[in-house]
Each structure stands twice: as C-alpha cells, then as structure tokens.
C-alpha cells in the first residue's frame, strides 16, 4: 500500500488534473503537478485558481507547501514514481477520441521502466493496452468520475474506485488502491480494458438516461402530463433511481458528447453498431433547439427580438464552457436573427472568447432589461433569489423559458410572467406578436 507521503506526479492540471493534486495533497501526499501551459503553471504558482470549483481555492491555500506546480516534467519524474495522467482527450473530427496528447505524455517517458502511468484521462477501451506496447514500466488504468461543480466533494467521497491492472502490474494496482482506500467507496479491481470500458459504459448510460427522460418530457407536453411527477413516479423504482431524471435542454459539458462519441466510434472500429447511441445523441442536440420553437411560438418571427439567456455555463457551480448548452443557443438565436444579452454568475469571460455578438450583462436583471423574452439555461441557486417582480417590471414582454424546470411556476405567473417549461403543461400563449 502506499504511505500518506509518498510523492504523486500529476500531468495535466486541467478539471482533473488540478482537483487530483489538490486532493492527494490535502490526504498528505506531496505533489508534483506539470502543465505544458506556461501561464497555468504561473497562475498556480501564484496561488490562484485556475478554475472555479467549490472548495478547491481554500484546498489550493491549505496544501500549498505541499504543491508543486511546473512546466518540466523531468521535475515530477525526479520527485514521483507514480504518475497520474490528466491530460485531455477532446473529439477529432471522426468522433474517435484524439489520443494525441496521451501519446505525446508516452512519449516523453522515453521508454523508461521506473514509473508507474496511472491513465485518468478518459480514453477508449484498448489504449491501455497499446500503450503497454511502448512503456515498459507498470500501467494503471483508473478512470475519473468526479462531476464538474461538486468536484472536490466527489474525488473526496467516491463512490466507487475503479482499478484496472493488468497481469504483471498488481502491485502498481494495489499501490494506486492504497492511495484511494482512506477515502472509503467501493473498489472495483478489473483488468485495463475492462476498466476504461467502466468510464465509457458509465458516462453512455448517464447520457442516455438524460435523452431518455427528454424524450419522456417531449410526450409529456404532447398529452398533458407533467414530467417533474412522471420522473418521480419512475424514478422511485430502486432499479431506475430519482438521479439524471431531470428533464431540460440536454447535457453539456466536454465530457458525455466525446466519451459518447468515443464509445460509438469504438464499437465501429470493432465491428459493432451500436445503435443506441445514435439516438442518444441526436435526442440532446435536438432538445437543446425546442427553445427556439417555444420562443417562436409565442413571439412569432425572433428578428429583431432581445432574447435574454440567464445562465451560460454548461452547469451550476462552474466556469466551464466547453460543451455548454448556451453555445448552441446562442447560435440558433443569432441565426434567427435575435439579439442575445446574457448574464452567467462565474463564466462571463469565458464565455465571452466563445460568442463575441452575445452582450454580456453585469445582472440577470440588467439582461432581462428591455427583453422580449428570457430563457433560463443555467440552475445557478441565485435565479431562484431574483426578484422576478422586478424583472417582470423591466422586461419588455414578461416570458420566460425554464429550460431546466428551475423555478416556481406559480410564483413566476403571479409577477406577471407567461412562464413555460420543459415536459410540463403549455399556458395557452398569448396572441403571437407580429
Ligand atoms: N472534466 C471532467 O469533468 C472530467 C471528468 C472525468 C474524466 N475526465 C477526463 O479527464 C481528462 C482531462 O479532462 P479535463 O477536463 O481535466 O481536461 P482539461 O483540458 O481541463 O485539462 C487537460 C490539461 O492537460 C494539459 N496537457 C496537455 N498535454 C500535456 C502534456 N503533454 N503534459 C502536461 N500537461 C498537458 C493541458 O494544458 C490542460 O491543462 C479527459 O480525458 C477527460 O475526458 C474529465
């Protein structure tokens, strides 16, 4: 097993990367983290964040002595045998999962026999194994499941540590199993490939649980029902459960659309269709886009319209946009001819890189300001304390798309708000303008 203080190589302080050097930090261990973004390094050096994720500023403060951040991977392989890998895994454009990175990381090792690689990055079934053909020291595969916006939480209390090690590499794998076993949840000792298939078959079913419960929400609309009971009422069944049943504008984020992607490819290249998927994916982006039908059938033509987006990271409690929901929102209104204005609690700046036409706003109220129509995008906590009286009062035209069934129905109506939501009964719209 291994000791509180032995030394852990971190590469790549990305989401992952950075909430794993501050956690094995806070457990005791010293860390050693490298980043090839110069900058990064810099800003980690100086103490400060380089994303938001709740706890993660005060663990960065408190284990500070402990933590070292470079760009010199030589550095990390002087101080660590074991090394966690964090790099990222983005789409190409086949929809396969770019290993470039990965193999860049491999690369630099030189062949060397004397670390361990334990592989976080997300990566499809097989690559461990084609990896062990050009590292000759002990391989470790074991996927992240940490969930952006309760980050530090989840890496803290897992519920369950997988650990794939293949013949040969036991001892790295009960090592890396010692390094998560005062953390408690369950362990899941497997073999590499059976491993990454454990992230990939993971994040295919929570995506496909999300679609599932959109296309519910969309017959819900069709007959009357309401999806917030429906989903209750299924997910009160212990083989269902009440978690991923909400239903909204789909799933964002950098993860589920490449790691579905990813497994779809997989399958493919295997000789394998897997055709469910195809549905789980064409279901998210054409919910994302029944916005625009809700706006448009209230407000007819969208030329011309100031539409307010309340909400623009791809979830509450992070500043992470790839992925995000409000992108393509964004777009499509643009497309439509609207003028988007657009407030998010932590993602402005970054969201600003992504959509420079979309006016970004000090306020939700001062982007509900003169707005014929609002779409609430994001479920920050602080959209359910807005003084929606006021708003009301501010707007031009008091509508209001939840896209995340966020709000108070009845208490949004009472201030004066034509409210609709998603898999919930339609109010009859008032006469369409123009
Ligand atoms: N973000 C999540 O919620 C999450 C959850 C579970 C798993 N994952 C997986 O973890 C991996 C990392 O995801 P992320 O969101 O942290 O990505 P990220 O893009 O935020 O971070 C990756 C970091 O790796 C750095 N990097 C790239 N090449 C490097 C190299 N050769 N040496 C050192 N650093 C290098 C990049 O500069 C970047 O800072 C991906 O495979 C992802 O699928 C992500």
Excluded at 76 to 100: E, I, K, M, W
Aim: with cysteine; glycine share 10%; proline share 4%.
């Amino acid at each position: 097993m291994a000791a509180k203080n032995e030394p852990i190589g971190v590469i790549g302080v990305g989401w992952v990367g950075l909430v794993t050097a501050a956690c094995f930090a806070e457990l005791g261990h010293p860390v050693f983290a490298r980043d090839i973004v110069a900058e990064k390094v810099d800003a980690l050096r100086r103490g400060e964040a380089t994303i938001h994720e709740p706890g993660l500023d005060e663990l960065l403060a408190r284990n500070a002595e402990r933590l070292t951040f470079t760009t010199d991977l030589q550095e990390v392989l002087d101080a660590a045998r074991l090394l966690f890998v964090c790099v990222d895994t983005p789409p190409t454009h086949s929809g396969d999962a770019d290993l470039s990175r990965v193999s860049t990381v491999v690369e630099e090792l030189g062949g060397e026999s004397d670390h361990v690689l334990i592989m976080k990055s997300t990566v499809p079934a097989g690559t461990g194994a084609a990896i062990k053909r050009d590292h000759p020291g002990a391989y470790v595969s074991c996927p992240e499941f940490l969930k952006e916006g309760s980050a530090v939480e989840d890496f803290m209390h897992p519920d369950r540590v997988v650990v794939g090690a293949d013949p040969g590499d036991e001892e790295a794998g009960s090592a890396v199993a010692g390094l998560y076993a005062p953390l408690g949840g369950e362990l899941v000792q497997t073999d590499v490939t059976s491993a990454e298939m454990i992230k990939l078959g993971s994040n295919a079913f929570l995506a496909a649980k999300i679609s599932f419960i959109n296309e519910i929400a969309n017959v819900c609309e069709e007959v009357g029902a309401d999806v917030r009971d429906v989903a209750r009422g299924v997910g009160l069944d212990d083989r269902i459960g009440p978690k991923f049943l909400q239903a909204g504008l789909g799933w964002g984020g950098s993860c589920f659309s490449k790691d579905v992607s990813a497994l779809k490819q997989l399958a493919a290249n295997s000789g394998y269709h897997f055709q469910l998927l195809n549905a789980v994916i064409e279901v998210n982006e054409l919910q994302k886009r029944r916005v625009i039908k809700k706006l448009t059938n209230r407000v007819g033509s969208l030329a011309g319209r100031r539409v307010a987006l309340l909400g623009l990271s791809f979830k509450p409690n992070t500043d992470d946009m790839r992925g995000a929901t409000s992108l393509v929102l964004a777009a499509r209104l643009e497309g439509e001819g609207a003028i988007v204005r657009a407030f998010d609690p932590v993602a402005m700046d970054r969201a600003a890189e992504e959509m420079p036409k979309v006016e970004m706003c000090d306020s939700a109220l001062a982007a509900l300001d003169g707005a014929d129509a609002a779409v609430l995008v994001t479920e920050w906590p602080e959209f359910a304390e807005l003084d929606w009286g006021d708003a009301a009062k501010r707007m031009a035209r008091p509508l209001l798309v939840d896209g995340r069934n966020f709000l108070d129905a009845g208490a949004l109506r009472g201030a004066g708000f034509e409210y609709e939501g998603i898999g919930r009964e339609v109010e009859a719209s008032e006469a369409v303008a123009d």
